[in-house]
């Protein structure tokens, strides 16, 4: 648990220009429930085993809940966090059967799957390892972006 940043002006782009232009200081009541709803469903795409989902949102987004292991956890965070205008994401989430954390990575120009698995484990050919650790967030190994914050498992 903690707070685990992320590029404000990277990300999936799921709120309207009207989000970005409104600082969370001024956001309605209404608006704030909006863009909850948005990343409640967001996170909900991925059918990410968690109970009582709790996001409190301005640039940072604050999230709480009950997973079984970190691995579910830290996709719950990514979910999350590679939104565009989503700068930081406080984790509250509690597990149950804890495992080794895996590392973030935030994806820079030029990075592929085989890159950074070069970098982290010295070996291009354990990119699955990358890319299973990110399913369902990602849909193919060839699709990462510039900005994007990926789990690097370590064991």
Request: charged share 30%; hydrophobic share 30%; proline share 6%.
């Amino acid at each position: 648990m903690g707070f685990i940043s992320f590029i404000k002006n990277a990300g999936k782009k799921l709120f309207g220009k009207k989000d970005k232009e409104t600082s969370s200081s001024s956001a309605s009541p209404a608006q704030e429930k909006d863009r909850t709803d948005i990343l409640r469903e967001e996170v909900g795409k991925y059918n990410l085993p968690i109970q009582n989902l709790d996001l409190d949102v301005s640039e940072l987004v604050t999230v709480s809940g009950k997973t079984n292991t970190n691995a579910e956890r830290e996709k719950v965070i990514l979910a999350v966090g590679n939104i565009e205008g989503v700068g930081g994401v406080e984790d509250n989430i509690s597990v149950t059967n804890p495992e080794p954390e895996a590392k973030f990575h935030v994806v820079q120009k030029g990075d592929t799957l085989s890159k950074i698995a070069k970098d982290v484990y010295g070996d291009p050919m354990r990119y699955p390892e990358i890319f299973e650790a990110n399913r369902p967030l990602l849909k193919d190994p060839d699709e990462i972006y510039p900005g994007q914050t990926l789990r690097i498992p370590m064991s």
